[in-house]
């Protein structure tokens, strides 16, 4: 059975029926009997909470009463007094309803909805746009609608809804982009491994000890490090990032010692800046345990994770997985130049971010950055 939408007759019905305070079971019956049509009672409730409207009720005096805001979502089972949420000044949330509204909000929302949807099909300058951020530049469908709504043009905006259901809709033919659509991967499956043997020193450095507004990341200037290995170790990769601003470096080195890692991280001083490195966050890699080396080099504060917790560099962790659409995991990297690396760096830190506000990296770096 193909679904309908809500008609006009029905949501007079609605109306009628909730300003009598009736329950959504009770209005699912009348249009049923009325009208002949068996709507289901999930139907009911979304067009309440989708083309209803708020209204607010006189502050609360009653302070156990107030103590209900923590009762998130509505509470729409027996007329439009029961919806339990309340605004920041106390005052209850009344949801209710009237059929002309709700039937204006339908419309606009169906011709909104055509419209995106021929905007990818019919502006070809948007299309061709699109694709080339998505292919060349290796953007997310998120990262492109940020990209066109800076670009403050109605006509050259599009949601990433939008460019995702473009994509899948015309899969036959825009069949080569589907690879370039960020995926989602399942959770890794757990194996059993010997347990590494921790340095003492190391222990008394653990994230344990590292202060709160580092971990909120409210202050600026703490990095995080990793390593990322080329296919049959042909290559490393020393990768560091700015947990505030999320601004990316990598050094190529040839080799998985202490005394290659210390060079990548003078490079990185060199690159930044000594005044722009407060404290570094390292992996329990044995390329990274010479910690008096690596604060020389820094001369800033050395950081160990906990063995086996990636999550505890998640910035570091998610970059390496943006280098990784650059550079594939079974590519070697024996023939890989810096010059090949400080241009991918620069595309990714060039990105715009959801948590940066649609800024880059390189734009809120460079506004921190002490010169």
């Known amino acids: 059975m193909s679904y309908k939408h809500i008609t006009k007759e029905e949501r007079l019905i609605i109306e009628h029926c909730y300003k009598k305070r009736l329950s959504v079971v009770e209005i699912v019956h009348i249009i049923k009997v009325s009208l002949g049509i068996n709507r ?37 089972t027996t007329g439009y007094t029961t919806c339990k949420k309340y605004s920041r000044r106390g005052n209850k949330i009344i949801l209710k309803y009237l059929a002309s509204s709700a039937n204006k909000r339908c419309q606009k929302r ?55 259901n473009y994509i899948h809709k015309h899969e036959k033919e825009l069949k080569g982009l589907l690879p370039f659509l960020s995926k989602r991967k399942g959770r890794k499956k757990k194996y059993h491994t010997k347990r590494r043997t921790v340095n003492p020193d190391i222990i008394a450095r653990s994230i344990e000890t590292r202060k709160k507004s580092i971990n909120n990341r409210k202050t600026y200037g703490h990095w995080e490090g990793d390593l990322i290995v080329g296919k049959g170790n042909s290559g490393y990769i020393a990768t560091f990032n700015e947990r505030k601003t999320r601004f990316l470096i990598a050094i190529k080195i040839e080799s998985k010692t202490k005394e290659d890692f210390i060079k990548a991280c003078n490079e990185l001083v060199k690159n930044v800046g000594i ?60 023939h890989l130049k810096q010059d090949k690396i400080d241009e991918i760096i620069n595309m990714i830190n060039n990105m ?10 390189k734009e809120v770096f460079m506004k921190h950055c002490r010169t």
Request: charged share 30%.
């Open 352 to 361: 715009p971010r959801k948590i940066l506000k649609a800024r880059t990296p």
């Open 110 to 164: 169906l011709v909104n909805a055509r419209t995106i949807r021929a905007k990818m099909h019919k502006n070809r300058r948007l299309q061709a746009k699109v694709i080339n951020l998505l292919v060349n530049d290796r953007l997310t469908p998120e990262m492109i609608s940020m990209i066109l709504k800076r670009l403050n043009r109605k006509s050259f905006y599009i949601s990433y809804k939008s460019i995702y």
């Open 275 to 334: 005044d722009n490195i407060k404290t570094l966050t390292l992996d329990n890699g044995s390329e990274m345990q010479d910690y008096h080396g690596i604060e020389r080099a820094i001369q800033g504060q050395v950081f160990y994770c906990h063995p086996n917790s990636p999550q505890e560099r998640g910035t570091n962790e998610m970059l390496n997985g943006v280098i990784r659409r650059f550079i594939k995991k079974n590519e070697s990297f024996k």
């Open 40 to 76: 289901n009672r999930s139907s009911i409730y979304r067009e309440l909470y989708r083309n209803g409207y708020k209204a607010y009720s006189k502050p609360l005096k009653d302070r156990k009463e107030k103590d209900m805001s923590k009762i998130y979502g509505w509470g729409v």
